[in-house]
């Protein structure tokens, strides 16, 4: 069975600094990755997405992330945050490209100081 | 475009009655919906998959004949939580597929619906 932990609960960055939010995942064949976005009031959306080929992905709204097969890792960044950047993200992943079959992690909370 | 709407978004209810939650695609036809619940400080846990004019598909663990799902049309699919008790309490959150996408990978999440049970 598939697994994401997201180990920071809770980060605060200000704004215009860098961000990189973590995720480890525990899977044995090939995973499908995911990040999304969960503003209040919202509905979760979709920053970005790994499934093979370059490992490094770029998503919209300026977020890319990286796949590290060897540290079972797929870590969000942005290198400079916005002050809407503020919200719940959320790290998947899952057994093949049906998103809607994911495990997700239980989320990393931003706060974005001014 | 893409648009998922839910309703109620907040719904207080008594213990021992239904409520029905309601998961509309707004702008685009939806063969295939999700139901996930969400709890406090945690992840999405996905309940159930509905298409379109069949019966939904529940996830393991979850109870078929308390969370009662209905995808009747291409727009719209309703979650009912029967003989609610304080323990159903959560945020339920759906999500909808395009009929067109060929991307399994493809969804749109609606804003959720904070369900209370007293």
């Known amino acids: 069975a598939q697994s994401v932990t997201q180990p920071d609960i809770h980060i605060t960055v200000s704004e215009g600094a860098s961000l990189e939010l973590r995720c480890n995942y525990s899977?044995?064949?090939?995973?499908?990755l995911f990040w999304y976005v969960q503003s209040p009031g919202q509905g979760l959306q979709l920053l970005l997405k790994?499934?093979?080929?370059?490992?490094l992905v770029q998503g919209i709204k300026g977020f890319e992330a990286e796949f590290k097969r060897s540290q079972s890792s797929f870590n969000l960044r942005k290198p400079s945050v916005h002050w809407s950047d503020a919200a719940e993200y959320f790290c998947a992943v899952g057994a093949d490209t049906n998103a809607g079959k994911s495990t997700f992690g239980d989320g990393t909370t931003l706060t974005v100081k001014p | 475009g893409a648009v998922v709407s839910q309703h109620p978004s907040r719904v207080i209810c008594k213990s021992g009655t239904s409520v029905k939650i309601e998961c509309r695609s707004l702008?685009?036809?939806?063969?295939?919906m999700f139901w996930y619940r969400q709890f406090p400080k945690k992840s999405l846990m996905l309940m159930a998959t509905s298409n379109e004019g069949s019966k939904a598909t529940y996830e393991q663990g979850v109870e078929k004949d308390k969370f009662l799902i209905n995808h009747a049309s291409l727009t719209l699919s309703t979650l009912t939580v029967t003989s609610a008790h304080p323990e159903d309490s959560s945020f339920y959150i759906c999500?909808?597929?395009?009929?067109?996408?060929?991307?399994?990978?493809?969804?749109?999440f609606g804003p959720g619906t904070r369900l209370t049970v007293t």
């Open positions: 899977y044995g064949a090939t995973p499908y």
């Open positions: 702008d685009f036809q939806a063969t295939t």
């Open positions: 999500s909808a597929r395009p009929g067109t996408s060929g991307r399994v990978y493809e969804q749109y």
């Open positions: 790994y499934f093979s080929g370059d490992t």
